[in-house]
Structures are given as C-alpha cells and as structure tokens.
T-cell receptor
Framework: NAGVTQTPKFRVLKTGQSMTLLCAQD?????MYWYRQDPGMGLRLIHY???????AKGEVPDGYNVSRLKKQNFLLGLESAAPSQTSVYFC?????????????FGQGTRLTVV | AQSVTQLGSHVSVSEGALVLLRCNYSSSVPPYLFWYVQYPNQGLQLLLKYTTGATLVKGINGFEAEFKKSETSFHLTKPSAHMSDAAEYFCAVSDPPPRSSASKIIFGSGTRLSIRP
C-alpha cells in the first residue's frame, strides 16, 4: 500500500522558475490538501480539494495554483518561485464525506528557492 | 473561523516524567480534534482523535487527551515519558460534517518535545 506519495522529495529552484509538485494517493480519498511547514509556524494550509475538479483556497494561497483533474492526484504549481516559498511541502488526504477522522500524509517535499 | 493555539513551542521533560502538551481551539461548533506526531524528516502520523462520544481519548504509544468544551482545550498527556517520544507534536481542528467548512483541517504551530535522560 503506497498511501500518499509526493514527487519530488527534494528540489532547488532559482528565483522566477516554475515547477509542479505532484501528490498521488491510492486510497480513493475524496479530500486532498497541500500544506507548507516552516519553523515556528506549524503547517499552514495552501489549497485543498473536496473532489475531482474542485479546489479551494486555504490560509496562504498566494503564489500557488492547484489542479485536481483526477481523483487520485493533486498538483501544486509555483508559476514564478520566490525565496519566501522555500519550505517543506506536505500533501495529505482524507476519506471525506463525513469520514474526516484521519488525514494521511506524504513524506514531504523540501523545496529551496535561491 | 477555526484556529488552534499550542502553548509552548518547546517542552523538555525528564525520562519517566509526565508529559503535558497544551492545545486550545477556536471553533463555532464542537469540533473534531486531533493530535499528530512528526518524527525527524518524516510526515505526520495520527496519535489520537476526538470526534464524538467519550471526551477522554486514548491514542498510540500511551498518549491520551481530554476534550474540555468549557475550556476549549484538548491537552495531550502521557504519564511517563520515554526517549522515543522525542518529536514534534501538532494539534489540529476541523468542523464536523455536514458543515461546509468540514473539509478544512487547521493545524497549530507545533510543540517540540525533548526528553532528558
């Protein structure tokens, strides 16, 4: 059972470059999330999705875009990376539809923007 | 709007001592509450959760937490700390379904637990 898989695990970007982080889950979960983790700030919600084809903004959405074209995948895009986006990014999924009793997390993507 | 406050970014206890990590929440309705643990360079894993029913919930590794509505708190405790408990701990909140906000899970800023030999 793979669970939640994030790709890539590490990446270094130059300011202004773009990239896409991929999150894939094989548990048929409805809800998916992208968080960023920064020292002293915990996990902050960037964007989330309650189903295929739907997305919503979280606490810190600026500078990011997302897409959920397939139920099992949730993509996080940075169109023009900035040093402030240096962080560890976590994807999570939840069964959804009233079964919000546990979030399953990926192992994280460590992104450095120079 | 939901929010979570964890008092103390770093807690240090001696091995064998009581562990107490504090969490207070803000929510317009009785929420679902969670504690997650993160070991170095890993993702988060669920320790325990409160949804409905008994307000004292037991989790893995000997941890437990009590939901106190009057105090809007969900503090995490363990009677006797072990070296392997050293990690970062996160409290989280979500509104229960069928509220439209039920899909959002908001985390606190985390508490790093250190264990002294």
């Amino acid at each position: 059972n793979a669970g939640v898989t994030q790709t890539p695990k590490f990446r270094v970007l130059k300011t202004g470059q773009s990239m896409t982080l991929l999150c894939a889950q094989d548990m048929n979960h409805e809800y998916m999330y992208w968080y960023r983790q920064d020292p002293g700030m915990g996990l902050r919600l960037i964007h989330y999705s309650v189903g295929e084809g739907t997305t919503a903004k979280g606490e810190v959405p600026d500078g990011y875009n997302v897409s959920r074209l397939k139920k099992q995948n949730f993509l996080l895009g940075l169109e023009s990376a900035a040093p402030s986006q240096t962080s560890v990014y976590f994807c999570a999924s939840v069964p959804g539809h009233g079964k919000n009793t546990e979030a399953f997390f990926g192992q994280g993507t460590r992104l450095t923007v120079v | 709007a939901q929010s979570v406050t964890q008092l103390g970014s770093h807690v240090s206890v001696s091995e064998g001592a009581l562990v107490l990590l504090r969490c207070n929440y803000s929510s317009s309705v009785p929420p679902y509450l969670f504690w997650y643990v993160q070991y170095p360079n890993q993702g988060l894993q669920l320790l325990l959760k409160y949804t409905t029913g008994a307000t004292l919930v037991k989790g893995i590794n000997g941890f437990e937490a009590e939901f106190k509505k009057s105090e809007t708190s969900f503090h995490l405790t363990k009677p006797s700390a072990h070296m392997s408990d050293a990690a970062e701990y996160f409290c989280a909140v979500s509104d229960p379904p069928p509220r439209s906000s039920a899909s959002k899970i908001i985390f606190g800023s985390g508490t790093r637990l250190s264990i002294r030999p």
